[in-house]
Structures are given as C-alpha cells and as structure tokens.
C-alpha cells in the first residue's frame, strides 16, 4: 500500500473533524441527560436510595464525559496540525526539554520537604505526611528521568500517544544520562560519607540525589537542544 | 597508520542545491536541529540518517560523506 500524499491526509482530517462535531453534539447531550438526572433526583429526597443511586449514575456519566473529551481533544488537536502542514518538530523538543527543566526545578521544592521528612522519620520522630512527603519527593526526579530514559517524544497535544523520538533526541538524551550519572555518584558519594557520620542524614540525603541525577540529566538535555538550535 | 578522518560536505552540497535547512529537513523529513548539529559536526548521523539526506539531496552518499586516511 502506497503513503498517502499531504492532500489525502489532510482531507481525512476534515472528514475526521466533521465526524468529531457530532461526537461532541452527543458529549454535549450526555452532559445534559446527567445534569437533569441530578436535579431531579436532589428534588425528590423522599426517595433516598434511588436518588443516590441517580446521582451516582449521573456522576459516572459525567466521569466517562470527560475522559471522552479528553480523548476527541487530542484527536481534534492531531488533525488540525495535519490541516496546518504538521507540528514544528524543533518546537516540540525544545518544549520538552524545558519542560523537563521546569519539572526538575519543581522537583527542588518536592527535594526540599523530602529531605525534612526522611530526616524525621529516620529520627523516629515523623508522621504520616512526613511518609506522603518523603515518597513525593522521588515524583518528579522520577517523571524527568523516566523521559530522558524514554525514546519516545510527547507531542503537545492533549491525550495523544508519544511518538518516536528521532536520533537527535535520543542522541541528547544520553548524553545528558552520562552527566546525571555523573551527577548521581557524586551526590551519592556525599550521602555516603555523611551517613557514615550520622546514619540519618543517609536518609535524608537521598532525595538530594534523586533531584541531582533529575535536575543535571535535564539541564544537559536543555542545553544540548538550545545549543542545536542555534547556528 | 592514522585514524581516517570524516569529511563532511553536507553544507557545501545543502548551499550549492540552495536550500535551506529548514528545507532540507523538510524534504528528509527530519528536525532542523539534526541538520544544524550534523553540520556543524555536533552529531553523526546514523547511515539511515545520512541516506535520507543524500536522497533528498538527489545525491550518492559519499558525497556528503567521505573518509580518508
């Protein structure tokens, strides 16, 4: 079977789209019918369980609306890129990449609150959020790093799968793996020594490496991407 | 005996066929960044990489590139 030519494509992504108006007509009326069911049923409280059980049909109905819209939101986003002649692949990954920063930066702050936890609980002394603190702090180290680990690339689109990464990207990503690798022994060489001096600061250090090995790989893979862009 | 040497002639070839690289890469439907990193020796294609582009250049691989000793 032959590559379908750009005209095809794109006149397959106006049919899509026309179709998609309909889906979101449809949406639209679910939205509606569980609207109504609502206010019918918190008008006749005499009736307690079948209200409940109303509302509670009418709340998955709702629930299952949006994971609908979510999905026709990403396919509406894919076919107007093929009408605009497809996404800008160099815009996607620089997003990425300072996506990856952001994520990375943020992650200090989630760095700083696991560092307090584990420090507590090793001391015996934390409670229950210092437990949700201390394994939120691995969340974004491990959101950045499983990306650079990845060969795919996430598109802008909402919902939408993640494409191949092309050889640049994956040339980038490790290279910014050898650094946070670097970065990583480093930091956890430091946590060593300091545990060894105080066996708590072992614990609380570790999401200092986490963070290190997350905030170096994503640095590099910036720089790396803003250096190729220019020249 | 030396190491053999790459010799690049990606950007003599894109600039004599006058395109650009956004043009080149869109015609090898690759990033403009892979063209710019190849030329400026910061990335090695692989050879199905390197295919693309000679094919979108409408010439033989060694042209653009060649190893000598």
Known sequence: ?????????????????????????????????????????????????????????????????????????????????????????????????????????????????????????????????????????????????????????????????PKPADELVIHFRRHALVWSFRATLVALAAVYVAGLYDGRLAVAGAPIVFEAAALTAALRYWWLDRAASHG | MAEPTLVLRLKEVRTAAGLTQQELADRARVSRKTVNTIENRIFTPSVVVALTLAKALGVPLDVLFELTD
Do not use: H, N
Request: hydrophobic residues 55%.
């Open chain 1, 1 to 161: 079977m032959g590559r379908a030519t750009a005209e095809e494509m794109k006149s397959r992504a106006r049919a899509r789209l026309g179709r998609q108006r309909l889906e979101w007509g449809l949406l639209a009326c679910l939205v509606l019918a569980a609207v109504i069911l609502m206010v019918v049923a918190a008008r006749a409280p005499e009736a307690a369980l079948l209200s409940m059980t109303a509302v509670f049909f009418a709340l998955v109905v709702l629930g299952l609306v949006v994971v609908m819209a979510f999905d026709l939101w990403g396919k509406r986003q894919a076919d107007l890129e093929v009408l605009a002649g497809g996404p800008d692949r160099d815009q996607v990954q620089s997003s990425e990449a300072f996506g990856l920063v952001f994520l990375a930066a943020l992650g200090l702050l989630y760095m700083a609150f696991g560092v307090g936890a584990g420090w507590r609980i090793a001391s015996e002394t934390g409670d229950l959020d210092d437990w949700w603190s201390a394994i939120f702090s691995l969340a974004m180290p491990g959101v950045v790093m499983s990306t650079v680990l990845s060969d795919k690339i996430r598109t802008r689109q909402a919902c939408a799968l």
